[in-house]
């Protein structure tokens, strides 16, 4: 077979001469080291090198392409000087007199097996950043002081078996027309760096086997399609879908500043969704109108205690203060399920989507949210905050929830802190509890935002993160279009607005359905909001609500999906 098929995790197509690169050997025998002292002396010396390149590629980055790429390096700087890290490597030189790269290697191995248990893919991911760090210092140890830079002299398309993140930041951008990786997901760092550089990255098992350094081969990032041969025929085919790509990326560009709004007048709101301050950037370079979903849960993770309040403030203002008077929604903390912090000592669970998840953590902790609370008041008075609860399911959960809110509003005044009296509440709506009373709800708050990834697993009894019963997950299932329906139908019916701020928000297929139900806001990962721009401009709503009356009629997920094919 001459086409395989990888994971796309960047889009464009990349045409071009195979640039193979496979990790230094980093084949380690254990090894007597002659004098343990010595032995600690050089695994320093090499940890300080190390130190310093990494804040060579940190500065490099800073310079060239701002904070927020730069900031993965400070981590692995981090990473280096951590304690545990450093100490680790000292007693197992301590304990078995073995040699620095023996000792750098079975540290490594026992965190790599820590981050890889974990449930959380952002997690895992982390596991490649040891890697990367350990990586470094061994080639260092091992007398390769450039520590296995890139080489790059002309332009190629980088294949690796394990391509880290200070590889991808010490790539001349000009000279990688495309990467294709054995390892890593969505959400490891060098997919992160490669898409906001705009590089096409696909990941796919065992392609260092099956191609050979200097071949011409072809891919195309969205679709995940790899060209192992690549014919006269293919080439050509190539040529016209990277026409195809430029002019789409050129027409897009087009579309900053005009609205996201049907032929006939019809506008929706189209917000980015956030997970730290940094990322308002990019909603605003996707020119976002709004953030429609902040996951503040990002900002307890990789950490060892909890953010202070002040640091939280610091993260609110600063979001706020960026989007400089457009709505920021900032969902308080929704930690549980899938999202694990160690410190918050929270017990295994055998359902833990169906556990003690975010409010209910939260009522449960008051004094440990209420430090939250005071941060996201504190900040409303630099911008237009709103405050989201998740999880909701029933209205003695959002009576008390609201309630708290109050309190921490109460304890403001007291201490004479300024803050946004009428700050809006809003509340997600992702449960089948929530979307069925939610003409009861829409009375309590001032808006709904859709939470799709959540209300789908719990309409349709689907876990999210369980691939099994992945076909069972359908965001175009009757049930919960209908529960949507119900949930937009009752906003409306009681003035507020409702959003959808799910993975569902940016689904092509479905958008006419959004838009013919009424959706006021969809909110989304910032570079699908041009897109979804053009799409909605070529819309017109009057046609999107006779479609809904057409697919409300049908009766399963995969007829609508089918429908839903046709008209596009
Ligand atoms: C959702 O459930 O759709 C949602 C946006 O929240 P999260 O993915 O963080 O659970
Ligand atoms: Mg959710």
Redesign the pocket.
């Known amino acids: 077979m001459n086409t395989i098929k990888g994971v796309p995790i960047s889009s464009g197509i990349a045409i071009g001469k195979v640039y193979l690169k496979k990790a230094v050997s980093e084949e380690i025998t254990f090894t007597k080291a002659e004098s343990k002292d010595e032995e600690k002396k050089r695994f320093q010396a090499s940890r300080e090198l190390a130190v310093k390149q990494v804040e060579e590629i940190y500065q490099e980055m800073l310079h060239s392409k701002g904070e927020q790429e730069a900031s993965i390096f400070l981590a692995h700087i981090e990473m280096l000087n951590d304690t545990e890290f450093v100490k680790g490597v000292e007693s197992v030189l301590e304990e078995s007199g073995c040699t620095s790269e023996w000792a750098v290697k079975t540290v490594r191995d026992n965190f790599v097996k820590i981050f890889e248990a974990m449930d959380d893919e952002y997690m895992r991911e982390r596991a490649m950043d040891i890697k990367d760090i350990s990586g470094r210092v061994i080639r260092i140890l091992k007398g390769d002081v450039n520590a296995g830079s890139l080489k790059l002299t002309e332009p190629s398309i980088m294949i690796s078996d394990d391509l880290a993140p200070s590889d991808t930041a010490q790539m001349k951008p000009e000279l990688v027309l495309g990467i294709i990786n054995e390892t890593g997901g969505p959400t490891s760092h060098a997919a992160i760096i490669a898409r906001m550089l705009g590089i096409p990255f696909c990941i796919c098992p065992r392609i260092t086997s099956l191609v050979n350094n200097g071949q011409l081969l072809a891919f195309d990032g969205e679709e995940g399609n790899i060209e192992l041969e690549v014919t006269e025929e293919i080439l050509e085919d190539y040529r016209e879908k990277q026409e195809t790509f430029r002019q789409k990326k050129l027409r897009l560009e087009k579309l900053k500043g005009t609205k996201s709004i049907t032929k006939d007048g019809y506008e929706v709101l189209l917000a980015g969704?956030i997970g730290a301050p940094e990322d308002a950037d990019k909603v605003q370079q996707q020119d976002g109108q709004s953030i429609g979903?902040f996951?503040t849960?990002f900002l307890y993770m990789n950490r060892e205690d909890s953010p202070t309040e002040e640091e939280q403030f610091a993260a609110y203002k600063e979001t706020a203060e960026k989007m400089q008077g457009r709505p920021v929604v900032i969902?308080t903390l929704?930690i549980g399920?899938d999202?694990e912090v160690d410190y918050l000592r929270i017990p295994k669970e055998e359902n833990p989507f169906l556990g003690y998840r975010a409010i209910r953590l939260c009522l449960d902790r008051v004094p440990f949210w209420k430090v939250q609370l005071r941060a996201l008041l504190r900040a409303s008075e630099f911008g237009n905050i709103h405050i989201m609860f998740?999880m909701i399911v029933s209205i003695e959960e959002l009576v008390q929830a609201k309630q708290i809110l109050e309190e921490v509003k109460g304890e403001l005044r007291r201490e004479g802190a300024a803050f946004n009296e009428s700050v809006p509440v809003g509340m997600?709506m992702?449960t089948p509890a929530a979307a069925l009373m939610a003409d009861v709800f829409a009375k309590e708050v001032d808006f709904f935002?859709?939470?799709?990834?959540?209300?789908i697993q719990y309409t349709m009894a689907v876990d999210r993160m369980n691939g099994k019963v992945a076909h069972l997950y359908s965001q175009y299932d009757p049930a919960v279009l209908r529960l949507v329906k119900k949930i937009v139908d009752s906003a409306h019916e009681n003035g507020i607005w409702a959003g959808i701020?799910?993975?569902?928000a940016a689904d092509k297929a479905l958008l006419p359905i959004w838009v013919g139900l009424g959706l006021d806001e969809l909110s989304m990962s910032p570079v699908s909001i041009l897109p979804i721009r053009e799409q909605i401009q070529g819309l017109s709503k009057a046609d999107c609500e006779n479609l809904v009356k057409k697919i409300f009629l049908l009766r399963t997920g995969n007829e609508i999906e089918e429908a839903l094919k046709h008209c596009r």
């Open positions: 969704n979903l996951r849960e969902r929704d399920g999202k998740p997600m992702e935002s859709i939470g799709t990834n959540d209300l701020c799910g993975e569902a």
